[in-house]
């Protein structure tokens, strides 16, 4: 029969850290820049500061140093609507979509984005899951999980 010994001890915590704390949004743009998931962080002017290869693929953007520094908005992401022949989403209903909405609320946001590609006619379906990143305690942008439908 085997023997097995198990050891309990206290938890390391890293000690509390107002630089780690104020450097957030950087942690996070470094995470996303390396994902292989999905995935998009903009700041509070809405420029994308960090997204994913496979997020620019979803998306139709091209590669990230494409769109990296440029508005969300005007990086080449081109949404449209849900109706049989989709048209682009006007600036009222472009400020739903989850990324802007958690940005502006400073909250959860979910939503599901039409993306049209180069060329593309029907579009595609991608489920977006939005959180906003705080940084001394104030928003500071907002970090976007995205997968296709």
Known sequence: MAHVELSLSEAFAPAASTEQESDNFGQWSGMVSRAAE??????????????????????????????????????????????????????????????????????????????????SDAGRTVDAISTPVLTDGAVAGSLTFLSAV
């Open 38 to 119: 999905p995935c998009l962080l903009i700041d509070a002017g809405t420029t994308v500061v960090a997204i994913s290869s496979s997020g620019c693929d979803l998306l139709c953007l091209g590669a990230p140093e494409d769109v990296i520094g440029l508005p969300l908005l005007e990086g080449g992401l081109r949404l449209v609507d849900f109706t049989a022949s989709p048209s682009e989403l006007t600036e009222q209903e472009t400020d739903k979509i989850p990324p802007l909405l958690a940005l502006h609320s400073g909250r959860l946001a979910r939503g599901l984005l039409r993306v049209q590609g180069p060329g």
